[in-house]
């Protein structure tokens, strides 16, 4: 019997969603990382391979607020990026992290923003 650490759990769920979870240029992934200091996420297009948009926690008016409200505000930039690159509808991957707290204030955040998925 083998004991996994807590990340390595993660990436097991993280593998198991990626393998249903897949972005196109219409409609790409939301791809979303979250550390104990802040979080990020960014648009994928899997079948090029590129990144079409992203949002880090490090940016300068992101940096002074507290994670819940960054968390919001990252899915609301995300979905301004989204629209100025034209893009409507996305697929949320959560990244092996639990639909709850700041994960789902992202996802919140970017729906307000006018992103659909």
């Given at each position: ?6 990340p ?38 899997d ?71």
């Amino acid at each position: 019997m083998t004991v996994l650490t807590a990340p390595a759990r993660r990436l097991k769920r993280r593998r198991r969603v990626r393998a249903k979870v897949h972005g196109t240029a219409e409609r790409p992934r939301i791809s979303v990382f979250r550390s104990n200091r802040g979080i990020s996420a960014q648009l994928i297009d899997d079948v090029a391979g590129r990144t079409l948009a992203a949002v880090n926690w490090t940016e300068a008016e992101l940096r002074g607020l507290s994670r819940a409200d960054q968390s919001k505000r990252v899915g609301t930039l995300l979905a301004e990026r989204a629209k100025a690159a034209g893009i409507e509808t996305a697929v949320f991957d959560r990244g092996g992290y639990q639909y709850h707290g700041r994960v789902q204030a992202l996802a919140e955040g970017a729906r307000e923003g006018g992103l659909a998925f």
